[in-house]
């Protein structure tokens, strides 16, 4: 079955930077683009960051543009989230996702805060 299971979450000062790892299972890794969402308290899910198969076109959300960086290992079936001078705004738990997919991981989460 298809699984998503993120690590590398945690605790980080406002300016301060954490590298998000996704690693995906039961499907054919590369031939799917994969995305980065987040959830805050309270909040919908939002779409953070997106990658295509081959990992040469990316896009992000305004409110990371300049601060995010996604991208992806086929070889290990992981996709990333370079998440550099964080804000207390990008407080939520992270999700990756593959949009034909109906699966879901259990996410990870990130709390900025001094």
């Known amino acids: 079955q298809v699984q998503f299971v993120e690590s590398g979450g945690g605790l980080v000062q406002p300016g301060g930077s954490l590298k998000l790892s996704c690693a995906a299972s039961g499907f054919t890794f590369s031939r799917y683009g994969m995305r980065w969402y987040r959830q805050a308290p309270g909040k919908e899910r939002e779409l953070v960051a997106a990658?295509?198969?081959?990992?040469?076109?990316?896009s992000y959300d305004d409110s990371v543009k300049g601060r995010f960086s996604i991208s992806r290992d086929n070889a290990k079936n992981t996709v990333y989230l370079q998440m550099n001078s964080l804000k207390p705004e990008d407080t939520a738990n992270y999700y990756c996702?593959?949009?034909?997919?109906?699966?879901w991981g259990q996410g990870t989460q990130v709390t900025v805060s001094s």
């Open positions: 990658i295509s198969s081959n990992g040469r076109s990316t």
């Open positions: 996702h593959a949009p034909q997919f109906a699966s």
